[in-house]
């Protein structure tokens, strides 16, 4: 039986349902960034070591990011594939694709967990840490991955929340984490003086509330779409079909952290001052997403459900709601970050030459970002609409055919500039081709509904 939840993803009105998916979801990733952001704004103001302990926890970022994109198979694939078996009104399919994908978060976890601590300190030399850097990933790094599993579970599975109509709920989940981190945090840092292993063993307390509270929702009888034991039993379907639209969202996770390898390891040659450059740009990038993250997990399972149920019209409305809002806030977000990078820079550190390292790169770096909204609203609607194929090439196209070889290209020509204007020029380049590609495919995409299965292609 459709709840009152569910329901309205069928039946609201456009514009205020949108808004009403949306918001939870970008307020919850904005306290989620800001709790990351706190890491590492207390830690590059760790008396003496600042400087050096920011670099080594910025090494860390790329591996994190690896680990939890692991999640993104089964929330970026898995829930858009239950918001179109309950649009059909297919609640056994869908109950099989969470309880499915709950138990790859679990063998995520362990092969991630085992490959991390067993290569740790390789990959972190690979990833750009240098003498004095190291030991500071390593501290950071070893506690961290104690939380693994409660990242895999309280990110892959929030998006089902979502699915049931219910982003409230899954915001709720974000926030205990974000503000119990950003509270924790100054007590293990500085006052049991623990340093980055404090920051990290806040980040590990934080992520396991998370982590209850998802489960503690999906277990329980206010879930239209509960997570079932009798559902749990791997489907190779269910689960080759969870991969084969998760792989996008996986591969638009990963790519971070492969570029992260390849970006530090690039200006590790120029001197550690340019890789705590980098992971500053880097934050101030993650800020200028989050909406773009948040807007599209609000959106997606309205795309999603009303695909499933056949109706057209609502699928359009729902994209140029998305596109005109994700294009429009990102673009003035951009352009302030470009316009006072100083102002950015100021919140990590206090040290000047970082500053004016910053001060020049930010616009260098983030210059392709102004219209990155375009390319997230039209991505992110290929994934919604079970366009697998379409997806994995749009996901592969920013960062691995263009990102990676102009980082270790334009070296050569523009030294340690053009490690930062090789972000640029990809994000602009794959911007353009996607927002192309979409309205190309767009109305043929449409031309297919009908109030029937559909397949994922």
């Known amino acids: 039986m459709i709840n009152k939840y569910e329901e309205r993803l069928g039946t609201e009105r456009m514009l205020p349902l949108v808004f009403k998916m949306a918001l939870p979801a970008v307020a919850a990733q904005f306290v989620n960034l800001l709790y990351s952001m706190v890491d590492r704004i207390y830690?590059?103001?760790?008396?003496?070591?600042?400087?050096?302990?920011l670099a080594g926890v910025g090494?860390?970022?790329?591996?994190?990011i690896l680990i939890s994109s692991f999640s993104a198979i089964v929330g970026g694939g898995g829930a858009p594939l239950a918001a179109i078996a309950l649009g059909q009104g297919d609640r056994s399919r869908a109950g099989k694709i969470l309880g499915n994908g709950f138990i790859l978060l679990i063998l995520f976890t362990l092969?991630?967990?085992?490959?991390?601590y067993t290569f740790m300190e390789p990959i972190l030399l690979f990833t750009g840490a240098s003498e004095n850097t190291l030991e500071y990933a390593v501290n950071y790094l070893s506690i961290y991955l104690l939380g693994t599993i409660f990242v895999e579970i309280s990110t892959g599975l929030n998006s089902f929340i979502n699915v049931q109509g219910r982003p409230a709920i899954a915001m709720y989940s974000v926030l205990i984490g974000a503000l119990l981190n950003i509270v924790l945090d100054p007590i293990f840092i500085f006052w049991l003086d623990m340093g980055v292993k404090g920051a990290a063993l806040a980040t590990v307390l934080s992520?396991?509330?998370?982590?209850?509270?998802?489960?503690?929702f999906l277990f329980s009888r206010h879930a239209s779409l509960p997570l079932e034991k009798r559902y749990m039993a791997l489907n190779r379907e269910i689960i080759l079909s969870i991969f084969a639209l998760g792989v996008s969202p996986f591969i638009m996770a990963s790519t971070e952290s492969l570029v992260g390898f390849v970006l530090n390891s690039s200006l590790k040659d120029f001197g550690d001052i340019y890789v705590s450059a980098l992971t500053i740009l880097q934050s101030a990038m993650q800020f200028a997403s989050v909406p773009l993250t948040g807007f599209a997990q609000g959106f997606v399972p309205i795309v999603s459900y009303n695909y499933g149920h056949g109706d057209k019209?609502?699928?359009?409305d729902c994209f140029r709601v998305a596109l005109i809002t994700m294009f429009s806030f990102n673009l003035l977000l951009m352009l302030f970050m470009?316009?006072?990078p100083s102002t950015v820079a100021s919140a990590f550190t206090s040290d000047e030459r970082?500053?004016?390292t910053v001060r020049w790169a930010m616009p260098v770096f983030l210059g392709g970002m102004t219209i990155f909204g375009l390319q997230r609203a039209c991505q992110n609607m290929f994934v919604a609409l079970g366009q697998a194929k379409i997806s994995i090439f749009i996901a592969l196209l920013r960062k691995a055919i263009l990102l990676i070889p102009l980082a270790l290209i334009l070296p050569h020509f523009m030294g340690v500039a053009g490690v930062y204007a090789a972000e640029a020029i990809s994000d602009a380049t794959a911007a353009i081709c996607c927002t192309l590609l979409f309205f190309w495919q767009f109305p043929k995409i449409l031309g297919k509904i009908q109030r029937s299965t559909l397949h994922i292609s």
Do not use: M, N
């Not at 992520?207 to 503690?216: D, H, I, P």
């Not at 019209?313 to 359009?316: F, T």
């Open 43 to 53: 830690i590059g103001h760790i008396p003496g070591i600042g400087t050096d302990a």
């Open 59 to 64: 090494v860390t970022t790329s591996l994190v």
């Open 111 to 116: 092969f991630t967990s085992l490959i991390a």
């Open 207 to 216: 992520q396991a509330c998370s982590a209850v509270w998802v489960l503690t």
């Open 313 to 316: 019209q609502r699928v359009k």
């Open 338 to 340: 470009i316009l006072f």
């Open 354 to 356: 970082l500053i004016e």
